[in-house]
């Protein structure tokens, strides 16, 4: 069954680093998300990307924040400068298209960590 | 914000005995998805029930959605020790075509005691 994979699954790094976390989404679906959860918390949405560009963006996804889709398969989320409070599960999701429910296909997350 | 709140936040029960879970929201929807989380994993769609349904089945899982009152319910019948996990409601809001954010809720904390 496709799935979206992540990688890493845990980054472990020091406060001010750059972190680049990657995504390969199911290999027919158009529509990417990031989200993020911080530990006991809700999901919170991040960013969507759609034909190469941002479609949508919440207040989270600061100028810090940015996404890109280097290739035909792979999706990242970049942190360019990191902060505590970027300590967080970072869940990358897909989904078909405009024909779609809806119904979002979530990885299993990247367990970043900054000291 | 059309946020989802699920209610409880934690909830214990026997084997076999059956779940219910809340959620509630803000806005007008699209649809309204429940998602279910193992600990440290990613969200699982479970099911999906849009706006102009009123319930659902798949399984052992029976939603029920009352827009009136902004508000779903998650029912697990027949509980199992593996249901043990949490559980996400998530709303499709009525925004610009071509928008698929989901807005999540907090989560309830499924425990089902062997």
């Known amino acids: 069954e496709p799935e979206v994979t992540q990688t890493p699954s845990h980054q472990v790094t020091q406060m001010g680093q750059e972190v680049i976390l990657r995504c390969v989404p199911i290999?027919?679906?158009?529509?990417f998300y990031w989200y993020r959860q911080i530990l006991g918390q809700k999901v919170e949405f991040l960013v969507s990307?759609?034909?190469?560009?941002?479609?949508?963006k919440s207040e989270i996804f600061d100028d810090q924040f940015s996404v890109e889709r280097p290739d035909g398969s792979n999706f990242t989320l970049k942190i360019r400068s990191t902060k505590l409070e970027d300590s967080a599960m970072y869940f990358c999701?897909?989904?078909?298209?405009?024909?779609?429910?809806?119904?979002?296909?979530f990885g299993e997350g990247s367990r970043l960590t900054v000291l | 914000s059309q946020q989802g709140e699920e209610d409880p936040q934690a909830l214990s029960i026997q084997e076999g005995e059956n779940a219910t879970m809340n959620c509630s929201y803000k806005?007008?929807?699209?649809?309204l998805q429940w998602y279910r989380q193992n600990s440290g994993r990613g969200l699982v769609h479970l099911i999906l029930?849009?706006?102009?349904?009123r319930e659902k089945h798949s399984g052992r899982l029976r939603v029920t959605l009352d827009t009136s009152k902004k508000s779903s319910s998650l029912l697990i019948t027949a509980s199992r020790a593996a249901d043990t996990a949490s559980y996400f409601c998530?709303?499709?809001?009525?925004?610009?075509?071509?928008?698929?954010?989901?807005?999540f809720g907090k989560g309830t904390k499924l425990s089902v005691i062997p």
């Open positions: 999701a897909s989904t078909a298209g405009p024909t779609n429910t809806g119904e979002l296909f």
């Open positions: 290999s027919n679906h158009l529509y």
């Open positions: 990307f759609y034909n190469n560009e941002i479609s949508e």
């Open positions: 806005t007008s929807i699209n649809n």
């Open positions: 029930i849009r706006s102009n349904e």
């Open positions: 998530a709303t499709r809001g009525l925004s610009r075509a071509g928008s698929y954010q989901l807005t």
